[in-house]
């Protein structure tokens, strides 16, 4: 009989604190959505393989330095496959598991066959159903947490540069604020502590809590129609980081008290600061952008917020920006049907993706 086992792991979309949650010890919020990517492993006698029908056909980028291509991976998703098969072996080995081959089978609702790309988060989904759907074929009995933290290395491993933020709202589902990990610190560690060790003890600076959602307020997203490469604009940003620092420092010094704000809306279930909070996050985005000369905010996204505005809805880029999706908080006073046309008028594609609690 062979052995057949199957995970899903949820997309995510940024609600605030984008940008700033590179930065350990500052705080964003985000949301897991109901779109999973679903990998399936069966046991294999012989060889082993990775299939996927939305990954056939992936693209390989690169750049040169002097004479030599370097080539970029952080676009491509088997690459994330990998890394976290690589580490969760690692892991399983460490604990006296023998190791088997199987076949690995993804399935991915966040990248659709004809190529279009969300901008959902499908590397860090991708990455945590692998690890997840293997800690189960190993029978490794993963806590949430140490599943964040095997996801999280293996999508450093491959990024490089993310705050791992879409991993924690990949695990944990639902709202969340969220506070990233140092990884300088990580990297440290790594060098010699054995992973077993490095699944259980706290992780300075990295904090996950759970957010309820205001009742009166429904979250509405927007899709641009063009994809943006989050990797490259947080480079963009490390370099803007270098040559302004003291631009930079201000930035996050806003984002997190107005990020805290929000998060203390959510805790009294206050909506209107919610909102309030949602349109001053675009703003200290908007001025971040203009002193890094980095599109955040196109064109579309920017008729995406100030449409969803003049129906009562606070609204804002997600994410890196430059392209994927915006967000609106609509609330009773939001005509719906009205701001979708409006939105459709203006080639933004409203999304039927919802929030999900369970993984
Ligand atoms: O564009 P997205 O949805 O992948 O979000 C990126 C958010 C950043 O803060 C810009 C980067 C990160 O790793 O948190
Ligand atoms: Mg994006």
Redesign the pocket.
Known sequence: MSYLITAKAPGK??IAG??A??EPGSPAIIVAIDQFVTVTIKESKETGSISSEQYQENSLSWHRRGNKIIFDNRDNPFHYILSAIRLTELYAQSTGKQMVNYHVNIDSDLDSTDGKKY?L?SSAAVTVATVRALSLFYNLKLTDDALFKLASMAHLDVQGN??L??IAASVYGGWIAYHSFDRDWLRIMRQDTPLVDLLTMSWPMLSIERLEQPHDLELLIGWTGSP?S?SI??DKMALFKGKQKSKYLKFLKDSKKCVTAMIKGFELNDSVTIQKEVTHNRLILQRLAYASQIIIETDALTALCDLSESQYAAAKT???GGG?CGIALATSKTNRSELFSDWLNNDIQPLDIKVTLLN
Request: negative net charge.
């Open positions: 979309l940024y984008e940008y949650i590179v901008g988060g993310g705050s933020g879409d943006a989050t604009f947080v997600s994410g890196a994927d």
